[in-house]
């Protein structure tokens, strides 16, 4: 779908993640807050909707249900900074295109990232897009999407506010590479960064930091009564923002949900012991956990292996 925006200079979008809803959600669906929303997403008033990633829950098994239940029915474009979720055997690139891109809107240039790709770090091509967008002259706003927030990842700032986040293994390249970058930004350019890995037990739907002209936000939904979507507005190079609720719940403004709210409240969502048995019964039936018992057993064969090696070596 082409991307149109009427006026280059008075535009507005939506901004979340996580579209699959939570990780109990076993029925291959959207979330229920995003299917019963549709008609918000197509609003007159928008131009597109940004999904910070894990648009699915496994691509593998739901993207055809995806293209007749929720892309079929939408008449904005829909752009995605793919999770690790939407990355399975490159069906996201066959189907649907490039991981990462960028393109202008009047003063306002928007980077899409992949952070599956690198395990995180910004690399080749995508470091030498992000200079260029850095570098693109007469630009008032950069705005950037990636799933994992790799700027909260790479500072000891944030330890704590983010549990449950996809993570790097073996560490990123933000704070030696991409902070020099954009903390060398002029000062009269703004940097938005949206990401969008918020693990289940988030205080919030909604984070957002303020450094200066650096901008860092979170957002995701969850299929919880807080779901809510971020309406970002551009006019005359002004970036401004509106947090629309899903259910109907009242919300504050997006500044207000920042650090030290975040550090002050604690998960709303209470556990629900009922539920183990189904948790249980999730996990020895997905994929992923068997993978992890045969790549284990493999191991410890591959490790015993050696080990005899070494014997029959030591025996000659």
Known sequence: MDLQ?????????????????GSQNVSGYPASTILGNID????????????????????????????????NRLSKPLFNAVGNHDVTDDLFETHYGLTSYSFQIGSDMHVVLNTELDEGSIEGAQ????????????????????????WAEASDEYDGIFKGNTVSTFGINFNEVVAPLIEGLDKSTNLYWFSGSLGGDAVASFFYHENGNLHYIQSAIRDLKRDALLQVKSKDGEISFETVSLTGEALDKLESYNMEAWRDQHPVEEFNFRLVPFYIKSMLTHRFFWYGIIYTILGVIMVLFIRKLRRR????
């Open 40 to 71: 918000l997403l197509n609003a007159s008033s928008n131009s597109f909707t940004v999904c910070s990633g894990d648009l699915f829950k496994d691509i593998r098994g739901q993207r055809e249900l995806y293209d007749t239940i929720l892309f």
């Open 313 to 316: 070596k030591k025996g000659v």
């Open 127 to 150: 470091l030498t897009m992000l200079k260029n967008a850095l570098g693109t002259p007469g630009i008032s706003n950069l705005l950037i999407y990636s799933h994992r927030p790799i």
């Open 5 to 21: 925006v009427a006026d280059s200079s008075n535009y507005s979008y939506y901004v979340s993640a996580h579209f699959y809803g």
